[in-house]
Every structure is written in C-alpha cells, then in structure tokens.
Nanobody
Framework: QVQLVESGGGLVQAGGSLRLSCAAS????????MAWFRQAPGKEREFVAV????????AKADSVKGRFTISRDNAKNTVYLQMNSLKPEDTAVYYC???????????????WGQGTQVTISS
C-alpha cells in the first residue's frame, strides 16, 4: 500500500507562511488524487484542498481560498501545501491523503499520512 509522510509543520505567528510537504512511496503516485485535510482539537477532520492526478486542477475549502495553494511534483512523488496569511484558526494537525477520485470528503481517500502539527500564534 501507499505510504505518506508529511513534513514542514511548526509554530508561526499570525500572518506568516508555512509550506507543508507530503512524500509518497510507491511507483504509481501520479495515479492518485491527492488531498490535504486538517483536524483541530475537539473538531472533526476538515477538508482543505485537493489536486488531480496531473496537477492541472485543484479545489480548496472556502476558509483557505486566496491563502493556501496545493501543488504536486509527480517526478518527486510529493504534494505540497503552501500556506500564506496564516490565522490562529488554521491551527491543526494537517494530513495528506491519497485516493482514486477528485473529492472533498474524507471517506473517499484510502491512504493517509501521520500528520504534521501546525500552530499559529496570535
């Protein structure tokens, strides 16, 4: 099965930026739709962004539009989440996920990383 490992999380002040990376094992990375989700303390896992297999199309949650950008480099088996203008409300564990369809619902994804903590101070 596919293994995913997130990195790039940390502590940053409101208004700052972070770039998350998710490295995937396997030879068929380009066959998967990739997505980012996040989960804040006491809250449900929330969709953040999704990108199609080629990287030519993407979609984002309304809460992050204009601030976050999802991208992928299939040659490096890596998907990224560029996070700008960060807000305290963005504090969460961020997870990358792989699945067969272009969806914003967590249940459509088959493989998940372990998560990386993002903390935004006010």
């Amino acid at each position: 099965q596919v293994q995913l490992v997130e990195s790039g999380g940390g502590l940053v002040q409101a208004g700052g930026s972070l770039r998350l990376s998710c490295a995937a094992s396997g030879r068929t990375f380009s066959s998967y739709v990739m997505a980012w989700f996040r989960q804040a303390p006491g809250k449900e896992r929330e969709f953040v962004a999704v990108i199609n297999r080629s990287g030519g199309s993407s979609a984002k949650a309304d809460s992050v539009k204009g601030r976050f950008t999802i991208s992928r480099d299939n040659a490096k088996n890596t998907v990224y989440l560029q996070m700008n203008s960060l807000k305290p409300e963005d504090t969460a564990v961020y997870y990358c996920a792989a699945g067969p369809t272009y969806e914003s619902t967590w249940s459509f994804y088959d493989y998940w990383g372990q998560g990386t903590q993002v903390t935004i101070s006010s």
